[in-house]
């Protein structure tokens, strides 16, 4: 697949077929992420991938836990973001809001039981890093989801990054047993998108180059 097509077509989705994606497949996704670029090649990204019952079991922990405490789906930010920002987001929202209506779901509601079931998808990837490092090295985990999220659409996948779940992230460690000395990133859902969902016909839109490039001459 061509890298550009790739990276224009790539979209996330918010619904999945009820159907099993080899190990095969998962383990090129995950090298293929490997392959991003760190600082002195320290790799500080770990991926830990759950699927069958024990997605279904982490997921079934996820929903219990948001039921008791509630937490909203948001920026994370704790000042007020600027004007720009917040016009982006609602954009996305009014974009998003016509499709998540046909699932009977108030939007926040489905985004965040969404998010505690990865959006139905058959796979789970939990993506973490080892506290030792500083925030600094978070950009080089970007990096590699993105390689993975571009890797996951060549073969024909769809991916979701899931940020609610990692208010949760003590619990989805225990689960996991992903060891104390390891914080935990993201979520990310993977599998094959139902093309018939509304959920997945639209796809936000980005700014013009002139809002994000600005040029020293």
């Known amino acids: 697949m061509d890298l550009f097509k790739a990276m ?42 759950t699927y069958g019952e024990e997605k279904d079991r982490l997921s079934q922990l996820l929903s219990k836990i948001q039921a008791e405490r509630s937490v909203p789906c948001g920026p994370g930010t704790s000042k007020p973001l600027p004007d720009k920002f917040l016009k982006r987001s609602r954009d996305a929202s009014r974009a998003m809001m016509p499709q998540i209506k046909n699932t009977g779901l108030a939007f926040n509601k489905f985004v965040e039981e969404g998010s505690c079931s990865f959006y139905g998808a058959p796979i789970a990837v939990v993506v973490a890093i080892d506290k030792v490092f500083p925030h600094l090295r978070y950009l080089d985990v970007g990096l590699s989801i993105s390689y993975l999220l571009l890797a996951a659409h060549a073969k024909g996948l769809g991916t979701c990054p899931v940020g609610l779940i990692t208010v949760y992230a003590e619990e989805i460690g225990f689960f996991l047993n992903i060891p104390q000395e390891k914080e935990i990133l993201l979520g990310i859902a993977l599998g094959y998108a139902d093309e018939n969902s509304p959920v997945n016909n639209f796809k936000t839109q980005r700014e013009e180059l ?3 490039l600005s040029w020293y001459e």
Not at 15 to 28: G, Q
Not at 36 to 42: K, L, V
């Open 8 to 49: 224009s077509e790539r979209k996330s989705t918010r619904a999945y077929l009820d159907k099993a994606v080899s190990r095969k497949d998962i383990e090129e996704i995950i090298r293929y992420a490997g392959m991003a670029p760190s600082a002195i090649n320290m790799q500080p990204w770990e991926y830990v991938v």
């Open 210 to 212: 002139s809002e994000i």
